[in-house]
């Protein structure tokens, strides 16, 4: 099976992922909230940093819910981010 490229849209939706649980994470450190989670420190660093842009559901799921947010929340915050600003005319 070929894996299709990644379109920029996904590419710049994983990296509103990425900041968005940095943001959510706050003061809390990564080992803290990857051992909560399941994941190695690293997964989180690469999601965080947007370098995983699909990541696994049930990786961002354990993420999730280790910073008490809802998956309903986070889709739709990056849906909302993801959002083109109106152009002024």
Do not use: C, H, N, Y
Not at 21 to 39: D, K, N, P, S, W
Not at 43 to 70: D, H, M, N, Q, Y
């Amino acid at each position: 099976m070929v894996r299709e490229p990644l379109t920029a849209a996904q590419i710049e939706r994983g990296r509103l992922l990425g900041g968005l649980l940095r943001q959510a994470r706050g003061e809390r450190t990564m080992v803290g909230v990857a051992r909560e989670a399941g994941i190695s420190v690293e997964t989180l660093r690469k999601i965080e940093g947007g370098r995983v842009p699909t990541p696994a559901f049930f990786t961002v799921a354990a993420v999730a819910a280790a910073l008490g947010l809802s998956l309903d929340d986070l889709l739709r915050r990056v849906d909302e981010a993801a959002k083109p600003s109106p152009v002024a005319v």
